[in-house]
């Protein structure tokens, strides 16, 4: 019988060719399979081991380039944890730096906060359960991703002060003043480089979170655009943007009236959130 080390190696064998991180895979897989967290696991490495049938169906959900987040069925965010299905967008650590940055601008203070297309609400739901005094209006026109919101918001206990509405856009909203942060980690990757884009990515999610037309920036123009009918005057809108796109985003701002633009850098040096204030100023 092979042990625990054996099974290990020999998966992470396996998964060279699908994964950037073979061996931590087969870690995490392994320790939920047998339904123990990954320390234990680490600690029994020449224990004996009959293979779960379990274990061997993650591995090959994982074999055609499946997110550990789809199989596990949650994924850790700002050291939350979130229920996750299939083709809802997986949380991105990079994202958390979206997080970090409307908290800043809240600053402990109460607020009405709007987070566009939603997704797992991870952004959302991390504001709220970091600020007892934020309410949050979760946006998204998929049913099953608001099905989730309402899930993951139960589950760090903030649905008393998080609701998901359904609607394609900000369409749902009367203009006027109604919230002081409007957020989103919009799609930013242009259609033209989604056969470049990794398996992972390209075989599991879905492409309309990712794909935002011929530069990447047709769903920013269109936020921008309406976040200005919503949001108070110095309200904040603040979202994730690609690669190389801060300079085209800058200037989409400015022409739509915003101030105090910021841009703020992930840990591959990568500007990836940015942050304006709504001006209701007439010129």
Same mark, same amino acid.
């Given at each position: 019988?092979?042990?625990?080390?054996?099974?290990?190696?020999?998966?992470?064998?396996?998964?060279?060719?699908?994964? %950037?991180?073979?061996?931590?895979?087969?870690?995490?897989?392994?320790?939920?399979?047998?339904?123990?967290?990954?320390?234990?696991?680490?600690?029994?490495?020449?224990?004996?081991?009959?293979?779960?049938?379990?274990?061997?169906?993650?591995?090959?959900?994982?074999?055609?380039?499946?997110?550990?987040?789809?199989?596990? =069925?949650?994924?850790?965010?700002?050291?939350?944890?979130?229920?996750?299905?299939?083709?809802?967008?997986?949380?991105?650590? %990079?994202? %958390?730096?979206?997080? %970090?940055? &409307?908290?800043?601008?809240?600053?402990?203070? @109460?607020?009405? &906060?709007?987070?566009?297309?939603? =997704?797992?609400?991870?952004?959302?739901?991390?504001?709220?359960?970091?600020?007892?005094?934020?309410?949050?209006?979760?946006?998204?026109?998929?049913?099953?991703?608001?099905?989730?919101? @309402?899930?993951?918001?139960?589950?760090?206990?903030?649905?008393?002060? &998080?609701?998901?509405?359904?609607?394609?856009?900000?369409?749902?909203?009367?203009?006027?003043?109604?919230?002081?942060?409007?957020?989103?980690?919009?799609?930013?990757?242009?259609?033209?480089?989604?056969?470049?884009?990794?398996?992972?990515?390209?075989?599991?999610?879905?492409?309309?979170?990712?794909?935002?037309?011929?530069?990447?920036?047709?769903?920013?123009?269109?936020?921008?655009?309406?976040?200005?009918?919503?949001?108070?005057?110095?309200?904040?809108?603040?979202?994730?943007?690609?690669?190389?796109?801060?300079?085209?985003?800058?200037?989409?701002?400015? @022409?739509?009236?915003?101030?105090?633009?910021?841009?703020?850098?992930?840990?591959?040096?990568?500007?990836? &959130?940015?942050?304006?204030?709504?001006?209701?100023?007439?010129?």
């Amino acid at each position: 019988m092979s042990t625990i080390g054996d099974v290990l190696l020999g998966t992470a064998k396996r998964l060279e060719k699908v994964s %950037e991180t073979p061996r931590l895979d087969a870690e995490i897989l392994l320790a939920c399979a047998l339904g123990i967290n990954r320390a234990h696991l680490m600690a029994r490495l020449r224990d004996a081991i009959e293979v779960p049938a379990l274990f061997e169906e993650y591995i090959r959900r994982r074999e055609s380039y499946e997110p550990l987040a789809y199989i596990l =069925g949650e994924w850790e965010f700002f050291s939350l944890r979130f229920k996750c299905k299939k083709p809802i967008f997986v949380p991105r650590p %990079e994202t %958390e730096i979206l997080v %970090e940055r &409307v908290l800043e601008e809240l600053d402990d203070l @109460q607020g009405r &906060v709007l987070d566009v297309g939603a =997704g797992t609400g991870c952004v959302g739901i991390a504001i709220a359960a970091n600020n007892p005094q934020v309410t949050v209006v979760a946006l998204d026109k998929n049913p099953d991703a608001l099905d989730l919101v @309402q899930t993951n918001a139960r589950l760090h206990s903030v649905e008393e002060r &998080v609701r998901a509405v359904c609607s394609d856009g900000l369409s749902a909203f009367s203009k006027g003043g109604h919230f002081d942060v409007v957020c989103s980690n919009p799609p930013y990757v242009e259609t033209s480089v989604w056969n470049d884009i990794s398996p992972v990515i390209r075989f599991h999610e879905d492409s309309r979170a990712i794909l935002s037309g011929i530069d990447g920036l047709e769903f920013i123009r269109q936020l921008i655009r309406d976040a200005k009918g919503v949001l108070r005057d110095q309200g904040v809108l603040a979202f994730e943007i690609g690669c190389g796109q801060k300079d085209a985003v800058y200037d989409i701002l400015l @022409q739509m009236g915003y101030t105090c633009l910021s841009s703020f850098r992930d840990l591959s040096g990568i500007d990836r &959130v940015i942050t304006a204030r709504n001006s209701c100023m007439k010129w």
